[in-house]
């Protein structure tokens, strides 16, 4: 059995968690590549639902979890989640947590910069989560952020504080916010070291021994493709790279260890915060489809915007991240649409394009093009074999196979845990 990276497909929201919670089973590490506190996963394991920022859906089941350095961590948001879960009946401790020496983190500078930075942006604000994300990946290409391995050595703190402040002094200036000094910084940390440091390790040689041990990892993204800060819908992105092949560099693993790269799709689509969406129904279909799929943000509690499965969307995601398979979520939102809708490519003026043009004032402009197709009566709800599915059900996950490019390995049928249809295992590739 290989080793297994699930990424979004789509904006985000995907369903990922039940997906990484079903095979995180099944898998004997598990492991977050980039992102931070901006991701959000829910779980429901029994009657215990579970809420996932920063920590690997690993942790329901008790397996490795590793917070890899291409994850930005929020000290106290982490905190809080360890203290929330625990309080859930989870055991989290060293033997279960591993947090990489080289991750950087995100400090309340950089939540204060979010905000002001959108508040001040009007039309064209990103519509960020406000955790501070973007402002900490641009201090770590910038060279002046602040990594967990420095939180134990207390000249390179000291040094590092004062690089990262040199930058943030006159920015916060600029924007009106209250100046910080290298000493608030330092009482900040001081206050959450302790009690972070026992997770700290080299995380790339916890990886390098389950490798040499034959283990099952599993490499867990966060938000989705068209979030990619190369390949997504940019600027209306976040600010790490979320394609597969971020799992290798943002874990300290080589390339041909991400395994069976698995891509998340919703049934339909949804995004939450601006940017362009060609297939979003701002009519009573988009609040049927929302309503019917609960669709809120977990981490803010946003109303996702809703619309039609965008099949070149998917097809581009695919491509850009070598997707070998997809599991199919949320199908049964779809049930009792007299007919539904799929975007088969997009109109540009006279133009008919067959994927999303990377210039801004086109992603806005595309129109889409779609083809009908029958809905079903029958419901999929908690179906779990492929034989319980209406036949008009199997046929659009087959016309989405065909459209996308790429195998429906999984579909979901419900929020549960075990209400999953398997057409192929991904450990087995
Ligand atoms: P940031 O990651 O907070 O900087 O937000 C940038 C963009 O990514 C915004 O449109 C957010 O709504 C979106 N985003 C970030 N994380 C997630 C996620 O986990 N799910 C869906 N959208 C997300």
Not at 398 to 427: H, K, N, Y
């Amino acid at each position: 059995m290989g080793n297994v990276t699930v990424i979004g497909a789509q904006w985000g929201d995907e369903g990922k968690g039940k997906v990484i919670d079903w095979l995180a089973d099944r898998a004997d590490v598990v492991v977050r590549f980039q992102g931070g506190n901006n991701a959000g996963h829910t779980i429901v394991v029994g009657n215990t639902e579970y809420r996932f920022s920063l920590l690997p859906s690993g942790v329901a089941q008790g397996k490795l979890s590793i917070i890899g350095n291409g994850v930005v961590v929020d000290p106290w948001s982490l905190l809080d989640e360890i203290e929330r879960v625990r309080g859930q009946g989870l055991t989290i401790d060293p033997d279960v947590l591993v947090l990489a020496d080289n991750a950087c983190l995100v400090l309340p500078l950089h939540r204060d910069l979010d905000a002001a930075r959108e508040a001040l942006a009007g039309a064209a604000r990103i519509g960020t989560t406000g955790r501070g994300i973007g402002p900490a990946y641009e201090d770590k290409v910038g060279r002046r952020a602040i990594r967990f391995c420095d939180l134990a050595d207390a000249p390179a703190l000291e040094t590092r504080i004062g690089r990262l402040l040199a930058h943030h002094g006159p920015l916060r200036k600029g924007l009106d916010l209250p100046e910080v000094n290298a000493e608030t910084v330092m009482a900040q940390l001081g206050e959450v070291t302790p009690r972070l440091l026992p997770y700290v390790r080299p995380a790339w040689r916890e990886l390098d021994a389950a490798a040499a041990a034959k283990k099952q990892i599993l490499f867990e993204g966060a938000q989705a493709v068209m979030l990619d800060i190369d390949h997504g819908t940019y600027p209306f992105v976040t600010s790490s790279n979320t394609v597969a092949g971020q799992a290798a560099a943002g874990a300290g693993v080589g390339p041909a260890a991400g395994g069976y790269i698995l891509g998340i799709v919703k049934a339909y689509t949804t995004r939450v915060g601006e940017g362009p969406f060609p297939s979003e129904l701002k009519d009573e279909t988009g609040e049927r489809l929302g309503a019917r799929g609960h669709e809120f943000g977990t981490v803010t509690g946003r109303k996702r915007r809703c619309g039609w499965f965008d099949a070149v969307l998917v097809r581009q995601s695919v491509a850009v991240s070598g997707i070998q398979g997809v599991v199919l979520t949320k199908l049964d939102v779809l049930d009792g649409f007299e007919s539904l809708k799929i975007c088969v490519g997009y109109r540009l003026g006279d133009r008919v394009l067959d994927y999303l043009p990377a210039g801004v004032t086109d992603q806005a402009a595309v129109e889409p093009i779609y083809e009908e197709i029958e809905g079903w009566s029958g419901t999929t709800h908690k179906a779990r074999s492929w034989r319980d599915l209406p036949a008009a059900a199997v046929k659009y996950v087959r016309r989405v196979e065909e459209l996308i490019g790429s195998q429906v390995a999984l579909v979901t049928t419900s929020p549960e845990r075990d209400d999953i249809i398997m057409m192929r295992d991904p450990f087995r590739g």
